[in-house]
């Protein structure tokens, strides 16, 4: 299976017709053809932070969450019926060892779900909802390298037919969002800290990822809380050294987002 770091942005991507959406689409299209179709979807989404451990979802029937205000009644009708997969998540569990402590992954059977980084992506991609989906859960108290090496250990999976699925923004401060900003349109530390996490991408320097807090005072205005950008570290971990990344969506919305995503395999 390929990996796949997709800029998710704004919840109203998953109904809008536009160019991330298509973008989305295309993409889907191109499992069965390019790629196999997934076997199972595993995807690491901005939105699901826990302290003290990671989880991944292992409820049978995961709910849609909406997780999201102030939009159209449109976008809270949304659902992604996509099935869990609770014997795989049991099993992934306990091959995936958390970082210092060893132990395995936790289980949450009935807390979480898709929450719109997840579904807002995968609707478009999979409209069937056919192929079984589940969410690993980002400790957020701890450090980005250990983010990484979780990373790290689910590029076996990929070989089983799993589509590992980073769900997040390489720049995401929206205190500073205009809504009037044209795709072409951001901030100057915007376009700097694209640019650097894109060549870092582009050069394979993958394993610098998680040291994006050195990078000066732009990290800081890039990702005022740094939830978007974990997921790109879990993408990057899977990946092989010789593989090549292709970008997609390079550009911004609402001058302070980067839609910048990345297919690696």
């Known amino acids: 299976?390929?990996?796949?770091?997709?800029?998710?942005?704004?919840?109203?991507?998953?109904?809008?017709d536009?160019?991330?959406?298509?973008?989305?689409?295309?993409?889907?299209?191109?499992?069965?053809?390019?790629?196999?179709?997934?076997q199972l979807v595993l995807c690491v989404s901005a939105h699901w932070l826990t302290r003290g451990g990671w989880y991944l979802t292992g409820m049978a029937k995961p709910r849609t969450i909406h997780d999201f205000g102030g939009f159209p009644q449109e976008l809270f009708d949304q659902q992604y019926p996509a099935p869990g997969a609770p014997a795989a998540a049991a099993e992934i569990a306990q091959a995936v060892r958390q970082?210092?402590?060893?132990?395995?992954?936790?289980?949450?059977?009935?807390?979480?779900?898709?929450?719109h980084g997840t579904w807002s992506v995968l609707k478009p991609m999979f409209p069937q909802a056919d192929i079984p989906v589940m969410q690993l859960?980002?400790?957020?108290?701890?450090?980005?390298?250990?983010?990484?090496?979780?990373?790290?250990?689910?590029?076996?999976?990929?070989?089983?037919?799993?589509?590992?699925?980073?769900?997040?923004?390489?720049?995401?401060?929206?205190r500073a969002t205009r809504r009037d900003a044209s795709p072409n349109q951001?901030?100057?530390?915007?376009?700097?800290?694209?640019?650097?996490v894109g060549g870092q991408l582009k050069n394979g320097q993958l394993a610098a990822l998680p040291d994006?807090?050195?990078?000066?005072?732009?990290?800081?205005?890039?990702?005022?809380?740094?939830?978007?950008?974990?997921?790109?570290?879990?993408?990057?971990?899977?990946?092989?050294d010789k593989e090549a990344p292709r970008f997609f969506n390079a550009d911004f919305q609402s001058a302070s987002?980067?839609?910048?995503?990345?297919v690696w395999g």
């Open 137 to 174: 859960s980002m400790d957020y108290s701890r450090s980005p390298v250990e983010h990484y090496r979780i990373g790290q250990q689910l590029k076996a999976l990929r070989e089983r037919g799993v589509l590992i699925v980073g769900s997040g923004n390489i720049v995401h401060n929206l």
């Open 186 to 196: 951001a901030y100057d530390w915007a376009i700097e800290f694209d640019r650097i």
């Open 212 to 240: 994006f807090k050195s990078l000066g005072t732009v990290p800081t205005q890039a990702h005022p809380t740094h939830d978007h950008y974990l997921p790109l570290l879990y993408a990057a971990g899977a990946v092989d």
């Open 18 to 38: 536009n160019a991330y959406r298509r973008s989305w689409q295309a993409l889907g299209t191109d499992f069965g053809r390019r790629y196999p179709k997934p």
């Open 1 to 16: 299976m390929p990996v796949l770091f997709v800029g998710h942005g704004s919840p109203m991507n998953a109904i809008g």
């Open 257 to 262: 987002i980067s839609m910048r995503s990345v």
């Open 99 to 115: 970082p210092l402590s060893g132990s395995a992954l936790g289980l949450d059977a009935s807390e979480w779900g898709f929450d």
